[in-house]
């Protein structure tokens, strides 16, 4: 067995099971041995009723009193009983798993464990795992790793396949060079594979969390560099020349630019004017006006008879931006085509947008990633911008850069990242920066607050409706499985309707929805159809909606701070007094001195900075920027310093061996090509 062999050559797993795992995008061994646990569980003795506490993931021992009765609701099946403890009654929920009412027996004594929460004056006992006596005290003796989980694939069986896996695999090469293991006192790579899975306690788990950490970091930037190294001596064919028009546009804004917004406008305008091709990260806070020097790149691209395309993450988001820019163009007097290209688009329009950017007739090209489709054709593509950047893999902006002769690189980003990382993180791009926001922005006024709040939140939300007003509430994923994200969403909006009036139209939102039904909620909220839009974080980026001023964050604990932020960024966007309210459910100190830093600051690079100082190498879990920067196992604020260490072994490893054609480091030059090849794929950076 190596790491390309499939799945199916272990024990157990035939095609029907090999299934299940291929949902995870787990084909091979080697990827099996790196499904990573996303944290990991101290089992703790089992509690009576009256130490839970509400959020808290809490073990009672007791037995059912009667069998599990089972409802429906909507897709979902909702099974509950009453466990039986030694202090009292405790209900219990299980979600889409009738299956339980069989091997649960009423009058045996099993421990349940799972996430309490409070309805009303009573705690309820969500989703439980359920173990026998003897099963529930193997528990309590090491470190449970907990994975995230698809349809039909259950931890017993990733469990069984990572222990096949790990004795028949050879891991002994290790492909880092002793040297940089030795300097920076990194674990051998088959230690740090196997305890990542089966660690006997914290300080392994650790060790070999760095190890892999390190890993993730040392072949990025090193796979940066060579992209950085190739396109440096690259030479565009193409000639532009920097436009009167892009002047007259700036001069006609009803508003000023700031100095930041001109100062990253010139930048992008003598770069596009160059002989080298542009690969530019343009990074600004939310508002602070990133969208509208695209535009003036778009134009220029336009004014010299060539094609520049923007590509969004979403549907709606690049009908606003189309739509935009077609009303600049209107307001400015120019006569400068631009086109629409998305998914759900029908054929006859898909065919007529591509027949217009094919003969050139469209000069700016807006759209999703439906832009990088092989149908479509450029004419004379010279700049490509992606919007949003980190929802984009570095494969998929390659891709569009394809699409034509070298072309000028824009990527814009929202993500709040402290500079001495942005440069790290994107070493293959030149780094500007909008640390301005426009003056005619109102500061967002935030609170942060406990759940005895919520009554008074609500009141405040319905006055703002009444004023006409919009608002967001959003809601955190409980855990990682479709039916709890889907029925946390839902419960929330279904209980909220009890609490206003049936004028105020409530709706909600959430990540396992088809985009077609997405796109029509959006649409439905920025038309002011849905006053007040439940959401799971699926809003964090996508639509621009000024006349949203609420925003309201349940259970703010469980999100970074900069996903706090980038939720916060959803209102804000109008004339009127936006609002963001904070809602935690924690007594931790730590916690409540992280989100007062969203209270007292509404500047994305300041709480970055915060954010890393606070961060320790003990906070490892927990708090990932969900959807930000998305390694595998490392976490870009967590982990800072592992990174630091790993740009700099990279560094004194090109000084000696640029070409890493050294027989030492044959290894590494193997992993690094297959690593390019497919570990950029979906690498959301």
């Not at 939300?461 to 509430?473: D, L, P, S």
């Not at 100082?613 to 196992?633: K, Y």
Request: glycine share 6%.
């Amino acid at each position: 067995m190596n790491q390309e062999s499939p799945i199916t050559v272990l024990k157990g797993i035939g095609e029907k099971t090999a299934q299940n795992f291929a949902r995870a995008g787990i084909f091979t061994l080697g990827e099996l041995i790196s499904y990573y646990p996303r944290t990991y569980d101290s089992f703790q003795e089992p509690e009576g009723i009256s130490q839970l506490a509400d959020g808290q993931i809490g073990a009672v021992c007791g037995f059912l009193e009667k069998s599990l009765s089972v409802r429906r609701l909507n897709r979902y099946q909702i099974i509950t009983g009453k466990i039986r403890t030694e202090d009292g009654l405790l209900p219990v929920t299980w979600f889409n798993m009738p299956y339980l009412r069989s091997t649960i027996q009423p009058g045996c004594r099993y421990v349940f464990r799972g996430r309490i929460k409070q309805k009303g004056k009573n705690l309820t006992l969500e989703q439980p795992a359920v173990y026998d006596l003897f099963q529930y005290a193997e528990k309590t003796k090491r470190l449970q790793p907990v994975y995230s989980l698809v349809s039909g694939l259950t931890s017993h069986m990733l469990d069984k396949a990572l222990r096949q896996a790990l004795e028949n695999l050879d891991l002994s090469m290790d492909y880092l060079p002793r040297e940089i293991r030795e300097k920076y006192q990194l674990a051998e790579y088959n230690f740090a594979v196997n305890k990542i899975h089966f660690p006997a306690d914290t300080h392994e788990m650790q060790m070999a969390r760095r190890r892999l950490a390190f890993d993730e970091f040392f072949l990025f930037i090193l796979a940066l560099r060579r992209l950085k190294a190739s396109r440096e001596t690259v030479v565009h064919s193409y000639t532009l020349s920097p436009s009167p028009v892009t002047e007259q546009v700036i001069e006609g804004l009803p508003y000023e630019l700031t100095n930041a917004q001109k100062r990253v406008w010139r930048q992008i305008e003598k770069d596009m004017a160059g002989q080298k091709v542009m690969a530019r990260l343009v990074q600004g806070d939310v508002g602070s006006g990133k969208t509208i020097v695209a535009f003036l790149a778009l134009l220029m691209a336009a004014e010299n008879q060539a094609q520049g395309a923007l590509m969004v993450p979403t549907e709606v988001l690049a009908r606003q931006h189309q739509e935009a820019f077609a009303e600049l163009v209107r307001q400015q007097g120019l006569t400068v085509s631009s086109v629409l290209l998305t998914g759900s688009m029908t054929a006859k329009e898909k065919r007529e947008a591509y027949e217009r950017i094919a003969s050139g007739e469209a000069s700016v090209i807006i759209g999703t990633h439906a832009l990088i489709q092989e149908k479509v054709k450029y004419h004379r593509l010279v700049l490509v911008i992606t919007d949003e950047q980190h929802r984009f893999g570095v494969k998929q902006r390659e891709a569009l850069s394809y699409k034509g002769e070298q072309p000028h690189t824009i990527v814009m980003s929202a993500t709040p990242i402290p500079r001495t990382l942005a440069v790290i993180l994107y070493g293959d791009l030149d780094v500007s920066v909008i640390d301005e926001m426009p003056a005619s922005r109102l500061p967002i006024k935030n609170c942060v607050v406990n759940t005895s709040y919520r009554p008074k939140a609500y009141a405040f939300i319905q006055k703002e409706v009444e004023k006409g007003r919009q608002a967001y509430i959003i809601c955190p994923m409980v855990e990682e499985s479709e039916a709890i994200e889907a029925e946390n969403v839902m419960d929330y909006t279904q209980e909220l309707r009890s609490h206003f009036p049936s004028s105020i139209q409530i709706e909600y939102l959430h990540g396992k929805m088809k985009a077609r039904e997405k796109n029509e909620i959006m649409e439905r909220f920025l038309k002011n159809e849905i006053q007040v839009l439940v959401s799971t974080t699926v809003i964090e980026v996508g639509v621009n909606v000024p006349n949203a001023t609420v925003m309201m964050i349940e259970n703010a604990e469980r999100f970074g701070l900069a996903q706090l932020h980038q939720l916060r960024g959803r209102v804000g966007r109008g004339k009127e007094q936006s609002y963001c309210i904070m809602v935690h459910g924690s007594d931790n100190e730590t916690i409540k001195k992280r989100l007062d830093i969203l209270n007292h600051s509404n500047d994305g690079f300041e709480i970055a900075n915060k954010d890393l100082e606070l961060r320790g190498p003990g906070d490892l879990f927990g708090l990932r920027q969900s959807g930000i920067l998305d390694f595998q196992i490392a976490d870009v604020f967590a982990d800072a310093a592992i990174m630091q260490s790993a740009n700099e072994a990279v560094g004194e490893l090109l000084e000696k061996d640029a070409g890493l054609e050294q027989e030492k480091h044959r290894k590494l030059r193997e992993k690094l090509l297959s690593y390019m090849k497919n570990g950029l794929e979906n690498l959301n950076i």
